[in-house]
């Protein structure tokens, strides 16, 4: 995949969780949350990480940021100097030094910020413990923050019961934005609040990427949210990711028959229109008791013996477009367009 300039490099991200059993808790396998993944992204971009519940689209974003420690792989990230440091390799006084540069924004608004905190002590939180700011100077940024954000600063010291859902959010913006960060994962960011609340929040979210230069991994199940915020798109299937492209070649020509059967259910606001929707048969696999070959081919309508036999590797299928199938670019696969 292109390196050139990119901000965040992920190679081979495997998150595995042991599954203990007995009184003395022996150790009797593994749930691959995080299964081989590998991604960037560049200064400026949006990477949007879609699929079902439970694909693992959390987990990798907490892995890259080491809120979780990764069982293997390595996340490098471009410093202020120009220079890549492997976060994974950090001890913990080195990592608190990158994590300014690195920031998350949390899915729920309401169990995110602490209830017992004012405004002023949640915002300012981050620069205190970086010994960033303090006294005069911590309002005045934290001042800045709420207004960067579109909040009145005359609620510093109000507590968080006090704001609606879409401005407990805002608040948790500010707060990832408190220490100037390089790169955001926004972890369902939006997924909580209400429909028109959700589009104020990605405007928000849209504009301080302009003005700042941030870069996002933002996480979502949500279709029409990934292709609205995203430049490109990646796509998760139990662990693994299946397809990486651009926002528009992926939503026009999928290359993997997941991707295809996800944009099918992708809501059409025109109730003219009949919806073709591709019903998956059977589950969605077990991450901690995969099927052998490729994760997908119980319920692919595609899948052939080889698909069952020999797990299909990340190949390069076009410029910029990749996909983890045996029969990619063979495929008459239908975008958004044509469903």
Known sequence: METVEQILEVKAMKKYFPITKGFFQRTVGYVKAVDDVSIHIGPGETLGLVGESGCGKTSLGRCILRAIEPTSGETKFRQHDGTMVDITRLDSKSLRAIRRDMQLIFQDPYSSLNPRMT????????LVCNNLASGDALKERVRELMELVGLNSRHMERYPHAFSGGQRQRIGIARALATNPKFIVCD??????????????????????????????????????????????????????????????????PMHPYTEALLSAKPIPDPRKKSNRIILAGEVANPANPPSGCYFHPRCPYAQDVCKKESPPMVKVEEGHYAACHFAGELSLRGVDQL
């Open 188 to 253: 369902e960011a939006v997924s909580a609040l209400d429909v028109s609340v959700q589009a104020q929040i990605i405007n928000l979210l849209q504009d301080l990427q302009a003005k700042l230069n941030l870069s996002y991994l933002f996480i979502s199940h949500d279709l029409g949210v990934i292709q609205h915020i995203s430049n490109r798109v990646g796509v998760m299937y139990v662990g693994k990711m299946v397809e990486t492209a651009t926002t528009k070649e992926l939503f026009n020509r």
């Open 119 to 126: 405004v002023l002590n949640i915002v300012g939180e981050p």
